[in-house]
């Protein structure tokens, strides 16, 4: 196995691990299945996650699964080289590939706390 798909699908298994929901920009000129309307500049964003396709497959030179649009199941399959970014829908954390898998940038949210801490209005009465 290829260390671009070990990459791959290691960055697959963290997105869905935390609970989160795997999305993927590939670009579509060598891939196969996909409906037209749906792709943009040669490019179509796609939601990967267990609930969205099935059969998933994650090779050294391809991904391929079943996934519906408009109510209708298409095979989709692609180049591993075609994905131009894989992340994590929520935080956009994940993968950014340019020069046709060249260059792998990973962008990680170093402000992992989001929320705003209050303290409360309450008092402790004894």
Known sequence: ?????????????????NNMTPYMLI???NSKNIPLRYIKKEKILLNISPVAVKNLEISNNFINFDASFSKRIYNIFFPIKSILSFYSFENKEGLYISNNGEKIFIYENKKKDNTIKKTSHLQLVE
């Open 27 to 29: 670009y579509t000129k």
């Open 1 to 17: 196995m290829s260390l671009y798909s070990c990459l791959i699908q290691s960055t697959y298994q963290w997105i869905i691990n």
